[in-house]
């Protein structure tokens, strides 16, 4: 049981670069959402979806993306890369009636 | 002012020790309360959660939250090495996650 998968782990981009952030949960999970974490910020949330074909802004949605084709994957799109985007991003996934997140490992981006 | 304060340390403390990690708010719709604990270069996992106010235990951790004082806390029994990690707390109104804050994380290091 994988739980929740996300690649690359590490990424340098150049700015103005496009590039998608992959996660995928193989626990069916009908909720998934994108995080962004920044020193002394803490965890802010991005996009989230509440099941496939179903997404929604969060707290900082500018410069990102989100689909959700299906009830596996997640990914989010970086549209045209920028400094302030340079952070950790993570991936978490919940089923109705659960408490809590589970978050994936974690992308490390870095944009130069 | 952010919606959730929580002091970023670092904390240091001998092994056996009792821990207090602290995370205050200013939301007075926030009901449900939990603790994550973040290891380095890993996502965060979900330690303990609390519905409104009052005392939850899980071994050597305790959960409290007093709704009057928009205060909650987590104390650390008999604390470890491996307890070594940087904790988050984390809230919200409803019981999804879509309206969750997190606090900016205390980073914690129990000495042997």
């Known amino acids: 049981n994988a739980g929740v998968t996300q690649t690359p782990k590490f990424q340098v981009l150049k700015t103005g670069q496009s590039m998608t952030l992959q996660c995928a949960q193989d626990m069916n999970h009908e909720y998934m959402s994108w995080y962004r974490q920044d020193p002394g910020m803490g965890l802010r949330l991005i996009h989230y979806s509440v099941g496939a074909g179903i997404t929604d802004q969060g707290e900082v949605p500018n410069g990102y993306n989100v689909s959700r084709s299906t009830t596996e994957d997640f990914p989010l799109r970086l549209l045209s890369a920028a400094p302030s985007q340079t952070s950790v991003y993570f991936c978490?996934?919940?089923?109705?009636?659960?408490?809590?997140?589970?978050f994936g490992s974690g992308t490390r981006l870095t944009v130069v | 002012q952010k919606e959730v304060e929580q002091d970023p340390g670092p904390l240091s403390v001998p092994e056996g020790a009792i821990v207090s990690l602290n995370c205050t708010y200013s939301?007075?719709?926030?009901?449900?309360f939990m603790w994550y604990r973040q290891y380095s270069r890993k996502g965060p996992e979900l330690l303990m959660y609390?519905?409104?106010?009052g005392n939850k235990e899980d071994g050597r951790f305790t959960a409290q939250v007093d709704k009057s004082s928009k205060y909650i806390s987590l104390f650390i029994r008999d604390s470890q090495p491996s307890d070594s990690a940087t904790y988050l707390c984390?809230?919200?109104?409803?019981?999804?996650?879509?309206?969750?804050?997190f606090g900016a994380g205390t980073r914690l290091t129990v000495k042997p």
């Open positions: 978490a996934s919940q089923t109705l009636g659960q408490y809590g997140y589970t």
């Open positions: 939301n007075s719709a926030f009901q449900y």
């Open positions: 609390t519905y409104s106010s």
């Open positions: 984390a809230m919200t109104a409803f019981d999804n996650n879509n309206d969750m804050r």
